[in-house]
């Protein structure tokens, strides 16, 4: 089955400790991308990926950090996450940037 | 400000009437495309239409952009109460963007 997951589903954390929140998808997407979700904000871009060893920031990279490794693997990176970070965060993919995106379940993610 | 806003920021109908979206946006693009996404789940894709088209159909929903305007709109025909969700538009920016940007959206309740 064609999917994107994201682990975990649900994370609470403190101000300050790193954490890593894992994507994989199956279809061998090139194109990876990071959204944040906010009441009232609509889903906002943290990082995209264009294919391996390629990322750039999107609309609100500050506080996250990316990696493409591998093609199907695209963690997002809190290096000390902060309370103004809590939000429910997708991942997701495509074939090509503009063209359909593949939404994981989301992380919902919690710092206190 | 968001190049995609939804109208109504939320609607609510009895089932079987029909439930119409609309999306303004600011600058050309390459394709607009409608997500559906259930409460705090992942969005889903519906319907894409390049900036070529003016009126695409899939099941019940039907989809009409107008570049001139730069809007587009939704139309859900004959609702049920599954439909109801929060549906999204997400612009594709004309020239070397390599993002899709995304409204915050629309929600739709439909009443048993």
């Known amino acids: 089955e064609a999917q994107v997951t994201q682990n975990p589903r649900y994370l609470i954390t403190v101000t300050g400790k790193k954490l890593t929140v894992t994507c994989s998808q199956n279809?061998?997407?090139?194109?990876m991308s990071w959204y944040r979700q906010d009441p009232g904000l609509g889903l906002r871009q943290i990082y995209y990926?264009?294919?391996?060893?390629?990322?750039d920031k999107g609309d609100v990279p500050e506080g996250y950090k990316v990696s493409r490794k591998e093609k199907r693997n695209f963690p997002l990176i809190l290096e000390s996450p902060s309370p103004n970070q809590t939000s429910l965060y997708f991942c997701?993919?495509?074939?090509?940037?503009?063209?359909?995106?593949?939404f994981g379940p989301g992380t919902r993610l919690l710092v206190l | 400000s968001q190049q995609g806003e939804e109208d109504p920021q939320a609607l609510s109908i009895q089932e079987g009437e029909n439930a119409t979206m609309n999306c303004s946006y600011k600058?050309?693009?390459?394709?607009l495309q409608w997500y559906r996404q259930n409460s705090g789940r992942g969005l889903v894709h519906l319907i894409l239409?390049?900036?070529?088209?003016r009126e695409k159909h899939s099941g019940r929903l039907r989809v009409t952009l107008d570049t001139s305007k730069k809007s587009s709109s939704l139309l859900i025909t004959a609702s049920r109460a599954a439909d109801t969700a929060s549906y999204f538009c997400?612009?594709?920016?004309?020239?070397?963007?390599?993002?899709?940007?995304f409204g915050s959206g629309t929600q739709l309740t439909v009443l048993p």
């Open positions: 990926s264009m294919n391996v060893e390629v990322t």
């Open positions: 239409i390049r900036s070529n088209e």
């Open positions: 279809m061998n997407h090139e194109y």
């Open positions: 997400a612009t594709g920016l004309g020239g070397s963007a390599r993002q899709l940007t």
């Open positions: 600058t050309s693009i390459n394709n």
């Open positions: 997701a993919s495509s074939r090509r940037p503009q063209e359909t995106q593949y």
